[in-house]
């Protein structure tokens, strides 16, 4: 015999000769696999629907959701919470929806309050460890998202964007699966341009994003029980750059006839995607465009032969880079002037300058050297700049010459006057900046907080490719991940529970 048991999300049934329940179905996840379930998930299933685990007795590895007592023996269950999580996702650190207007969205910019804990770590220079270590996901060169999806936990996404493999970790059994795709999910693999997706901030149960990919734009779904993916189609056009968001609308840029010479169009639609407008954009570029960055009202592409700018409602405006000038599209991203105005970094073949973006007649200012950065977080060489991009560096610490300082990710706090955030060190290096980024094995760096107080949170010997390193907040800590390492660093934001 099988009894059927109905909760309000799920349906169960129980096998009478064994006791153990199966589900059958619950909202929003498609069709459940659960006969090719090991064990070993059932802790992180229960976790994430909302139902009951054994807690006195061993008569079953899973109830349905609601119950309190095991109807086999009548000893009381472990009962957990049903009701979505509330805390704030992370999607890369470039995706931050909750900084005011005055920063420019898109970059490495966070308003999560990381400098609050690590501050009170032990200041520099002594030099600190993380507290905590995970493994790689197999494919290790990814993007990640923490979010709970619509389930009452959060959990950590990665997806290796240049594969299209979609890795899921399993906090409870401490491992990654790789999701498989449900029959006629589309590839996830987006190598076009740089990688950005657009969260979903209310999502029903298993919804993850809207993300690009070779063949579109698309609504990706997770089943975690099944450990399976589902794609349901947004625009269906090859994609030429990450898709971006101002205010009410989405964009991004696509080719549909890429093989036939086709020109790229715009695509834009409002949030709800009604109200579908789409420009021609001729004569520009069909890879190579960095993630768009969302400032004074416009979304901008950036890319080495120019600069796209559109503001909602309005077609998109290509600007060329001046004759000579190359930008340094490595060295971090646009910055802002006292004034408000947006720059760029470059080369004109003589020297370095910051270029400014948005306007068709920019004006440009020129520098003695290379500065790395984003969003008033700059560096030159192993030194702060805190006034305008082209200011002198404040020196605070000789010692520093010889080191070299590479912005990964600032921390945005409105009541603080220097920027803070989390940074590369390169130590002994007085080579130069886009050889330390490219080819260079670099012989020691250090992870460190600038804040506050300068924090050294971790040391790492012989550092190839240091744009590579992805940062990201989960479970209450911040991670450090790099390919090439074995495993992800991670240091802990609150005292563990
Ligand atoms: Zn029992």
């Known amino acids: 015999m099988r009894y059927r048991w109905e909760t309000p999300a799920s349906v169960w049934q129980e096998d009478e000769r064994s006791g153990e329940f199966e589900l059958l179905a619950t909202e929003g996840l498609g069709r459940i696999d659960w006969q090719a379930h090991a064990h070993s998930r059932l802790p992180d299933v229960a976790r994430l629907l909302g139902a009951s685990l054994p807690d006195a007795c061993a008569c079953a590895p899973i109830y349905p959701e609601g119950f309190a007592f095991c109807p086999n023996c009548g000893r009381s269950l472990l009962r957990l919470p049903g009701t979505p999580a509330r805390q704030a996702g992370?999607?890369?650190?470039?995706?931050?929806?909750?900084?005011?207007?005055?920063?420019?969205?898109?970059?490495?910019?966070?308003?999560?309050?990381?400098?609050?804990?690590?501050?009170?770590?032990?200041a520099a220079p002594h030099v600190g460890r993380h507290d905590l270590a995970m493994p790689v996901p197999p494919n290790a060169q990814c993007v990640f998202a923490a979010s709970h999806y619509g389930f009452p936990e959060q959990r950590l996404l990665a997806l290796a964007h240049t594969r299209g493999v979609l890795q899921y970790w399993d906090p409870v059994a401490g491992l990654w699966h790789v999701m498989a795709p449900d029959d006629g999910a589309a590839g996830l693999a987006f190598t076009a341009s740089c990688y950005a997706w657009l969260p979903v901030l209310e999502p029903r149960r298993g919804e993850v994003a809207i993300v690009p990919t070779s063949s579109g734009l698309h609504r990706l779904w997770i089943n975690p029980v099944s450990e399976t993916y589902r794609t349901e189609p947004v625009l269906e056009a090859p994609l030429v750059a990450a898709p971006g968001a101002m205010r009410r609308h989405i964009a991004c840029l696509v080719c549909p006839d890429a093989d036939a010479g086709g020109t790229v169009r715009l695509w834009s639609a409002r949030s709800d995607l009604l109200e579908v407008e789409e420009f021609a954009c001729p004569d520009i570029p069909r890879a190579g465009w960095s993630r768009p960055i969302g400032y004074d009202g416009r979304l901008f592409w950036l890319h080495d032969q120019g600069?796209?700018?559109?503001?909602?409602?309005?077609?998109?405006?290509?600007?060329?880079?001046?004759?000579?000038?190359?930008?340094?599209l490595d060295f971090g991203g646009p910055t802002q002037s006292r004034d408000g105005r947006l720059w760029h970094i470059g080369h004109d073949g003589q020297g370095y300058s910051f270029l400014e973006l948005g306007t068709d007649r920019p004006e440009s200012a020129p520098i003695d050297?290379?500065?790395?950065?984003?969003?008033?977080?700059?560096?030159?060489?192993?030194?702060?700049?805190?006034?305008?991009?082209?200011?002198?560096?404040?020196?605070?610490?000789?010692?520093?010459?010889?080191?070299?300082?590479?912005?990964?990710?600032?921390?945005?706090?409105?009541?603080?006057?220097?920027?803070?955030?989390?940074?590369?060190?390169?130590?002994?290096?007085?080579?130069?900046?886009?050889?330390?980024?490219?080819?260079?094995?670099?012989?020691?760096?250090?992870?460190?907080?600038?804040g506050r107080r300068n924090v050294i949170l971790d040391e790492v010997v012989r550092l190839s490719r240091p744009l590579d390193c992805v940062p990201f907040v989960y479970a209450g800590c911040l991670?450090?991940?790099?390919?090439?390492?074995?495993?992800?660093?991670?240091?802990?934001?609150?005292?563990?529970?």
Request: avoid cysteine; glycine fraction near 8%.
């Open 90 to 122: 992370w999607w890369g650190p470039g995706v931050d929806a909750t900084l005011p207007r005055h920063v420019p969205h898109g970059l490495p910019v966070t308003s999560l309050p990381l400098g609050d804990s690590l501050e009170e770590r032990p």
């Open 307 to 328: 600069q796209l700018a559109w503001r909602p409602g309005q077609p998109p405006l290509f600007t060329p880079w001046p004759p000579g000038w190359l930008p340094r």
């Open 369 to 450: 050297g290379a500065r790395l950065g984003f969003a008033n977080f700059l560096f030159r060489r192993g030194h702060p700049v805190v006034d305008e991009p082209w200011s002198g560096e404040h020196i605070e610490d000789l010692n520093q010459d010889d080191t070299l300082v590479l912005p990964l990710l600032r921390a945005f706090n409105n009541n603080r006057s220097q920027p803070s955030g989390l940074v590369l060190r390169f130590h002994k290096y007085t080579g130069r900046a886009e050889e330390a980024l490219e080819a260079r094995v670099l012989p020691r760096t250090t992870v460190e907080w600038i």
């Open 479 to 497: 991670w450090l991940h790099h390919p090439d390492w074995n495993e992800i660093r991670g240091w802990r934001l609150e005292d563990p529970a």
